[in-house]
């Protein structure tokens, strides 16, 4: 089986920043499209930013555009997160996932592989 792991999750203050980390295993990295999402609690799990297969294409979530930065690096099979200028808002528990079929989009239907997912708190 597949498995995807991330890590980096912490506290951090409002302003500050984080970089998450998503390793992949039993997998040919390559050949899926990878993502971030997020669920806050009590909300639904939504969708942050992703990296095409051969990092082509790279999609955000308004809300995050502009401080959030999705990199993947197939050598190493890893998906990074670098969370800029974070707010209380960004308090999640984040996730990787990845895609096969079709394009890269913010539709988590189309995501068949997902991490346990890492904590991120973000305090005032």
């Known amino acids: 089986q597949i498995q995807l792991l991330e890590s980096g999750g912490g506290l951090v203050q409002a302003g500050g920043s984080l970089r998450l980390s998503c390793a992949a295993s039993?997998?040919?990295?390559?050949?899926?499209?990878i993502a971030w999402f997020r669920q806050a609690p009590g909300e639904e799990r939504e969708f942050v930013g992703g990296v095409s297969r051969t990092g082509s294409t790279t999609y955000y979530a308004d809300s995050v555009k502009g401080r959030f930065t999705v990199t993947r690096d197939n050598a190493k099979n890893t998906l990074d997160l670098q969370m800029n200028s974070l707010i209380p808002e960004d308090t999640a528990v984040y996730y990787c996932?990845?895609?096969?079929?079709?394009?890269?989009?913010?539709?988590?239907?189309?995501?068949?592989?997902w991490g346990q997912g890492t904590q991120v708190t973000v305090s005032r």
């Open positions: 996932a990845t895609k096969y079929l079709g394009l890269l989009t913010p539709r988590q239907s189309g995501y068949s592989y």
């Open positions: 039993g997998v040919t990295f390559s050949d899926y499209h």
